[in-house]
């Protein structure tokens, strides 16, 4: 079966016939990635069949398997694939801003937003119950905590900002009270406080030292 | 249906045959609340099914229907009356605590040692695509951050502290960073860089302005 990886690694040299099924391959297994993806964000994990994604990919189920494993190695590389794309969308929204104020409240909103944060949240879950599929799960944090802590560092440097805790540490508060808000602002409904909610992640992101109440 | 409640009331008078089939009816109920809280803390809620639940507590599959709706119904409600005990357990560690450091490290540790957490996240995943399971999810939030905030305060106010940020505003940030950092340390397993995710929520307690780096 073969190993997911984060990072694309070029094939070694091969037969042409050799070559090309391999691209085959990988176009079957990123198609696979792609429907299953969606057929997910439309759905839920629950209710969806590794017969609806092979069809929704013009594959057959036993390709699925082959490729992931599983249905929930399918959902956990998506939810992390996604992760992974959201937080780049974060970081170009905040390129966008010019205040301090305006950064934090962007990054904030495109975060908390984005359907990838619950997926994700969704594959945390998952793999607390499946040793097999901790180790992408793991890669993805720290992935997503090195991205970030780049990012606020690089836009703070350009601004002349100053943080007040590590970027690296900015980073995972950031992200970890992201997941927890999307939780509980899916879970409550419209009753959520969203508005107090963003003020939680606001503080993660805080440049200056906070006034005392 | 019985509707339910976070907060139990006194029964409307009644004859005494009435009254001792309600009795019997909330012993039942409680039973069930239980056996189910159990069996979802070892396995998870998808692999425990009605029948175990019902046998469990000496009970019929159909009264666990009768009384919660749907195992998802009662694997909220066991998740949320949980995590309002898991809160009761951090406030009262907090309370045995006698330095703003140490108070701050021993409410993270708990929190974040309590299985309750992770079982109240799947909750808050299963409501979001459940508006029957919302409103006592909602309930549940107000009640937590209403708590934590008076614990918060009490304690500050007992002990000279000064918070960073209003009680409702720390206690918020508390629980959201607790819920996302039990998500990641349960989805990345022993490759999780607990020590660092403490600083997260140690943050959110801050009552010092932080030190710039």
Redesign the interface.
Known sequence: MPTTSLVATAPPPARHAARATRSAGRRTRSALLDAAARLFRER?LADVSLSDIAAAADAFPSQVTYYFGSKEALFVEAACRDVLHAAAEVEAAGRRTRTRDAYARRLTAVALQSPAV?AF?????????R?D???L??RT?DRLHAEGARAVAERCLAQGW?????P??VA??F???????A??S????D??DLH??H??VL??L?TT?????
Chains 1, 2 share one sequence.
């Open positions: 839920g619950p949240a969704e594959a945390l879950l998952l793999a607390r119950r040793d599929l901790r180790p799960i793991a944090l100053r943080l007040n805790a590590p690296e540490a995972r508060a992200w970890a009270t992201v997941l927890g808000i939780l509980e899916g879970g409550a409904g009753a959520f107090a909610a003020a939680a503080a993660t805080s030292p906070p006034r005392r109440p």
